[in-house]
Nanobody, 124 residues
Framework: QVQLVESGGGLVQAGGSLRLSCAAS????????MGWFRQGPGQEREFVAA???????SYADSVKGRFTISRDNAKNTVYLEMNRVQPEDTAVYYC??????????????????WGQGTQVTVSS
């Protein structure tokens, strides 16, 4: 059974930076695609970023150029580096794992396992 545990959330001022981490266990991490999604207050869950097992990436237009996804297969961990954050980035951020090995899926339906989420709050 796959377990995903996010960390690194918190309160940050607009224009600042934050790095989220997600530690995975239970499936061969290196063969899985990893993604980050978020859900803001009163909003639906939306795609943020994803990375294929081969290293290819996908980003939502709203975060492109500001956020960077990376992974360390030796540590079974995926990261989301968030720079120049804005109040609209306030959300619960979820890590997810997909068995889609060679792609970086943007649809939540392609992810089979999810973490519990970590809150990110950006103050203006």
């Amino acid at each position: 059974q796959v377990q995903l545990v996010e960390s690194g959330g918190g309160l940050v001022q607009a224009g600042g930076s934050l790095r989220l981490s997600c530690a995975a266990s239970g499936r061969t991490f290196s063969n899985a695609a990893m993604g980050w999604f978020r859900q803001g207050p009163g909003q639906e869950r939306e795609f943020v970023a994803a990375m294929a097992s081969t290293g290819g990436t996908s980003y939502a237009d709203s975060v492109k150029g500001r956020f960077t996804i990376s992974r360390d297969n030796a540590k079974n961990t995926v990261y989301l580096e968030m720079n120049r954050v804005q109040p609209e980035d306030t959300a619960v951020y979820y890590c997810a794992q997909s068995p889609a090995k060679y792609s970086a899926p943007t649809s939540a339906t392609l992810y089979s396992d999810w973490g519990q989420g970590t809150q990110v709050t950006v103050s203006s």
